[in-house]
């Protein structure tokens, strides 16, 4: 468990509600730890599990209930219907960046360790975060601050990084951080820093956009019954996960038929979840994770 520690693990399994032979999706394997856990729950079941980082394949189960894909989950259907899959009794996401991609300090997700502007799960992406510090326009840049980092300064920010890119290309972690600091609140530094990577992560990697894509398809796999469990570390995440349980949609305004019946395919199942104090103290990194569970309705409720 060296490649992360996962969070929030028993919470999720259980309200997962595995089935023996029931057939489930870990759409974010990586080190492996929720997989295990619901491996433990199957018998004859089956378990896909998704990651884009390859380092993830390391630790994959030598179980044959398992198959490991090397994508996105935002390919998810396609994937599972090339192994005849359309349907799955449940899906299980944690969105947080795993603890080795953070750690490894030529993967460029930290502001503790110095490395390339990368940012790339999948490291066989064309754009880094290099790329989008250096090649975005300036009014692009303070838009991917505004709205991915929800930061106010956001075109005082990519106003610093044009003139500093003139005269130097931003190569480094270290760089960027270097000439942002005359602009990080006193006192408030590793906040404004942490949401200036953020920024940037979703961006390089299409985070929102794929997890709209993968919260659509997940309605369309699951059957009647099903449970789809989410596992987010940010508002931005949270709010489309909690929209999306609630109406189906990513606005979160639930529609109703004429006789006032709301038309929602989801049904949310209990209140959001977050990790207890022991469970902080041991990875800090659970702090900020809301876990959201939602079940399939019945299809004379839940069909469009």
Known sequence: MMYHKPVLLE???????????????????????????ILDRLQEGKLFGFDQDREAEKNVPDDQRFIFLNHNFRYMRNFLKLYGVTEVDGILADLGVSSHQIDEAER?????????????????????AKEVINEYEQEKLARVFYFFGELKNARKIAG??????????????????????????????????????????????????ALKEFLEQSNDLLKPGGRLAVISYHSLEDRLVKNFMRSGNFKGEVEKDFFGNPLTPLEPVGKQETAAPQEINENPRARSARLRIAEKREKENGKK
């Open 160 to 209: 610093i990084i044009e003139k500093e890119r003139q005269e130097k290309k931003i190569e480094t972690t270290a760089d960027l951080m270097a000439i942002l600091k005359k602009v990080a609140p006193r006192g408030k530094e590793n906040k404004f820093f942490a949401q200036v990577f953020q920024a940037l992560r979703i961006e390089v990697n299409q985070e929102l956009e």
């Open 11 to 37: 919470q999720a399994v259980k309200k997962l509600s595995v089935k023996p032979d029931g057939v489930y999706v870990d759409a974010t394997f990586g080190g492996g730890g929720h997989s295990r856990a």
């Open 108 to 128: 460029g997700f930290s502001t503790r360790f110095e490395g390339p502007l990368d940012m790339r799960m999948n490291q066989l992406a064309t754009v880094s």
